[in-house]
């Protein structure tokens, strides 16, 4: 399905690509502590669940009845349990934008919890490292770990970035065609 362009395939492309830029720096930027990538990302994540939230409010309670009518086809679907009966549903305008800033909100909030975690365990991810090392003797575990923990962080913020794009396209475009 066409959502799955920018909930996986996008944000896939745009981590690898990413990783692949960090790999072939000369000057790696430090990836955590005080002037680090997680401490820059933080403070522009954490802005973002209040926009969300104000997005998601706008939605549910804008009055235009145009809101309320199916989207166009190819409507996206989405299966609900109704009654204990899995249904089908076309989505509105309305729905859409509300699973898309309730998305946006859930990312965010991660993302903001995941960024200050390791902000706040920065001292002990440096002492990790060094007893992973001394434990198996070799540097590739803690390469590992690293890659996984930065491989899952960056396409959070990736899809969110996506999908940010998305409702901003659809929100100044596609909201306004029949």
Same mark, same amino acid.
């Not at 009845?65 to 996206?76: F, V, Y």
């Given at each position: 399905n066409e959502m799955r362009t920018y909930t996986t395939w996008l944000p896939l492309f745009l981590t690898i690509a990413a990783g692949l830029l960090y790999a072939v720096l000369p000057f790696k930027p430090a990836l955590v502590g005080s002037s680090g990538l997680a401490e820059s990302l933080l403070s522009v994540v954490s802005t973002?669940? /209040?926009?969300? @939230? %104000?997005?998601? &409010?706008?939605?549910?309670?804008?009055? !235009?009845?145009?809101?309320?009518?199916?989207?166009?086809?190819?409507?996206?679907?989405?299966v609900m349990l109704v009654r204990g009966q899995k249904v089908s549903i076309k989505l509105t305008r309305?729905?859409?934008?509300?699973?898309?800033?309730?998305?946006?909100?859930?990312?965010?909030? /991660?993302?903001? @919890? %995941?960024?200050? &975690?390791?902000?706040?365990?920065?001292? !002990?991810?440096?002492?990790?490292?060094?007893?992973?090392?001394?434990?198996?003797?070799?540097?590739?575990?803690?390469?590992?770990?690293?890659?996984a923990i930065g491989f899952a962080l960056m396409f959070v913020f990736a899809s969110m970035v996506v999908s940010t794009l998305h409702g901003v396209f659809f929100l100044t475009e596609k909201i306004h065609q029949p």
């Open positions: 973002l669940p /209040g926009f969300y @939230f %104000a997005g998601l &409010a706008a939605v549910a309670t804008f009055g !235009s009845s145009t809101m309320d009518h199916e989207m166009p086809e190819p409507a996206p679907e989405v309305r729905l859409f934008l509300s699973y898309l800033f309730s998305y946006l909100v859930i990312l965010s909030f /991660g993302l903001c @919890f %995941a960024l200050m &975690a390791i902000n706040l365990l920065s001292p !002990s991810i440096d002492v990790l490292q060094g007893d992973i090392g001394r434990w198996t003797g070799a540097e590739w575990p803690w390469f590992v770990v690293k890659c």
